[in-house]
Nanobody
Framework: QVQLVESGGGLVQPGGSLRLSCAAS????????IGWFRQAPGKEREGVSCIAYRPRYIDSVKGRFTISRDKDKNTVYLQMDSLEPEDTAVYFC?????????????????????WGQGTQVTVSS
């Protein structure tokens, strides 16, 4: 059964930290492609970070967010530090099977085969 379950969202003050988790079933967190996306109120969903052969980040989160994976727990994490009010959004993880060796990940939503239900992150004082 293919399933992704996010957790770890919540309310945090600016400058604070949160760690999101994406527990995967039917995908390998160690070898398949996992992406984190977010959708802020009134805005389109955007890719934030993904991991495959190498991790990728959008410019606005570079140096603040770190994506990692735990193969034993089959889980991908998104460590978010120095959070800003602009990071407020519903965060989704998505997954697709790797197609070839050393494939790089991207943020094209139609490429992803499975999505989680989302977890709310609110950055506010």
């Amino acid at each position: 059964q293919v399933q992704l379950v996010e957790s770890g969202g919540g309310l945090v003050q600016p400058g604070g930290s949160l760690r999101l988790s994406c527990a995967a079933s039917g995908f390998s967190a160690n070898s398949d492609i996992i992406g984190w996306f977010r959708q802020a109120p009134g805005k389109e969903r955007e890719g934030v970070s993904c991991i495959a052969y190498r991790p990728r980040y959008i410019d606005s989160v570079k140096g603040r967010f770190t994506i990692s994976r735990d193969k034993d727990k089959n889980t991908v994490y998104l460590q978010m530090d120095s959070l800003e009010p602009e990071d407020t959004a519903v965060y989704f993880c998505a997954a697709r099977w790797t197609r070839y060796f050393r494939e790089m990940c991207g943020f094209a939503e139609h490429d992803y085969e499975s999505w989680g239900q989302g977890t709310q992150v609110t950055v506010s004082s």
